[in-house]
């Protein structure tokens, strides 16, 4: 069975940085395409970024835009959650997921967002952002 894992999370004060990773077993995470998700508290769990196969195009959550960066390490095979400028609301579990093929519509700024596209999920890493 396919598995991801992710790693990295913790408490860190607002304002601050945090770089989560996210391995695979038994696939390579290059030929899917990936997401992070995250979940607070009693809230649902929402897409906040993820990164096509191949070209690897990003796409972010407007509540992260310009402090979250995923990326890509093929040489390795693991993608990246870099979290900068940490805010209290940003805390909660975050996953992993991932899926072979997403139809990306022309103009569309929501593809990769929803956790109904994905197949395979991480158990997630708790990020905690406090003083």
């Known amino acids: 069975q396919l598995q991801l894992v992710e790693s990295g999370g913790g408490l860190v004060q607002p304002g601050g940085s945090l770089r989560l990773s996210c391995a695979a077993s038994?696939?390579?995470?290059?030929?899917?395409?990936i997401g992070w998700f995250r979940q607070a508290p009693g809230k649902e769990r929402e897409g906040v970024s993820c990164?096509?196969?191949?070209?690897?195009?990003?796409n972010y959550a407007d509540s992260v835009k310009g402090r979250f960066t995923i990326s890509r390490d093929n040489a390795n095979d693991m993608v990246y959650l870099q979290m900068n400028s940490l805010k209290p609301e940003d805390t909660a579990v975050y996953y992993c997921?991932?899926?072979?093929?997403?139809?990306?519509?022309?103009?569309?700024?929501?593809?990769?967002?929803?956790?109904?596209?994905?197949?395979?999920w991480g158990q997630g890493t708790q990020v905690t952002v406090s003083s």
């Open positions: 038994r696939f390579t995470l290059e030929d899917y395409f």
């Open positions: 997921a991932a899926v072979p093929w997403i139809r990306v519509p022309i103009g569309s700024n929501s593809w990769g967002l929803s956790q109904s596209e994905y197949a395979y």
């Open positions: 990164v096509r196969r191949g070209a690897g195009s990003t």
